[in-house]
């Protein structure tokens, strides 16, 4: 039930900081230790390669995991659209192993590729929101997300909660292949927790940005580098699907190569900077930008943060900062939906799981 909320998306915007903490107690142990069941980090230890296949903002949580996977795990990671995927299978590694991420697990496309994968006898580990789905059932391992029931089409807390799992899923199998975290992520999730919760109470602050950016444009841009490039399609797709605004995400450094030819004056760019080590660099993509007319704003990450910046998000794991930038793009997306009569529950021409090919 959606209670006081006016509608679904909102309420499980705000639910972000629970599902959160409920994560973490429901994967650790007794003694406060993260850990995720033996049979599937062996699993997964054993893999020379993971494929993580999924579809739109799953997909999304998948680039985001695949870094974390890469840099605490030192284990290569790709990550597939699934329904490229069926149709053009890599050459796959000696022993891989495959991630379906679904908040649903009843995505078709990701089953055509988990059909295909369990003919060819590779293991497939589903993380996904619902137990006993079909993707859970098939899988030979499933890691739950534990969000409760998402009822608004757009995805939101799911994609926090599959971030949650995926970065459990980093630490616990760096742990296992001998790799010593210069971090303790309990604590780091209790931060992000924390942070989502003071975003949460930026509704106002963020209505506020979604009406100066967003209220009469017909096209709009995200940009940014690594993880924030990653949040910025998502922060695309969030308000492409419920607003209908043409926006798309891109990485800062493929502007000039094409896309900067559509920037007009007025165009509002939203740039993402969270990562220390981009962050000039996304900031000299906002000047060229700038320079061509488009009407700026910056979200960063407080101790990056400068003057010209329209939102800043609290410091948490530059690993982790997905989960808390997205927050801002989810509310800014909602507001725009709002501002323009759009049905925000409930967008045209989709469904909340996609079970045709
Ligand atoms: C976007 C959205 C979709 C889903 C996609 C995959 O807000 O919800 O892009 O993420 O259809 O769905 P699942 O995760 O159920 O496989």
Do not use: W
């Not at 959606?2 to 509608?7: D, I, L, R, V």
């Not at 909102?10 to 003694?31: A, G, M, S, W």
């Not at 697990?105 to 590729?113: F, I, K, L, Q, W």
């Not at 969030?238 to 004056?265: N, V």
């Amino acid at each position: 039930e959606k209670g006081t909320y006016p509608h679904y998306m909102l309420k499980e915007i705000d639910e972000q900081p629970l599902v959160i903490r409920k994560l973490i107690q429901k994967y650790q142990n007794e003694n406060g230790e993260l850990v995720i069941d033996e049979d599937i980090i062996n699993a997964v230890k054993q893999a020379d390669r993971l494929y993580i296949v999924a579809a739109g903002t799953s997909y999304h949580a998948g680039l985001v995991g695949a870094q974390m996977i890469e840099k605490l795990a030192k284990v290569p990671v790709e990550v597939h659209v699934a329904s490229e995927f069926n149709y053009n299978m890599p050459i796959l590694s000696e022993k891989p192993l495959f991630i379906f991420i679904s908040q649903s697990g009843e995505t078709a496309d990701s089953r055509a590729v988990l059909v295909q994968v369990k003919e060819l006898g590779h293991p497939a580990l589903t993380v996904t929101n619902v137990q006993g789905s079909t993707l859970s059932r098939e899988a030979d391992y499933t890691l739950l997300l534990h969000a409760g029931p998402e009822i608004a089409v757009a995805s939101t807390k799911a994609y926090t909660a599959q971030l949650g799992v995926l970065s459990i899923l980093a630490a616990v199998l760096a742990e296992a292949k001998g790799h010593t975290l210069e971090f303790d992520l309990v604590q780091d999730l209790g931060i992000v927790a924390n942070a989502m919760e003071v975003l949460c109470n930026a509704k106002e602050e963020l209505e506020d940005i979604a009406r100066k950016f967003l209220s009469t444009t017909r096209n709009c841009f995200f940009i940014g580098r690594t993880m924030d490039y990653y949040v910025g399609l998502e922060g695309a797709l969030k308000l492409k699907e419920i607003s209908y605004i043409q926006a798309e995400g891109f990485a800062g450094g493929e502007l000039k190569h094409g896309t900067i030819a559509l920037i007009e004056d007025g165009t509002p760019v939203i740039a993402i900077s969270t990562q220390e080590q981009v962050d000039l660099s996304i900031r000299g993509n906002v000047k060229e930008v700038v320079a061509r007319g488009a009407n700026p704003c910056i979200i960063s990450m407080k101790g990056l943060e400068t003057e010209e910046d329209s939102f800043v998000v609290p410091t948490v794991n530059e690993l982790l900062s997905p989960l808390v930038s997205v927050i801002p793009l989810q509310l800014i997306s909602y507001y725009a939906a709002l501002h323009r009569d759009c049905d925000v529950d409930k967008p045209r021409n989709l469904a909340k799981s996609v079970t045709v090919e």
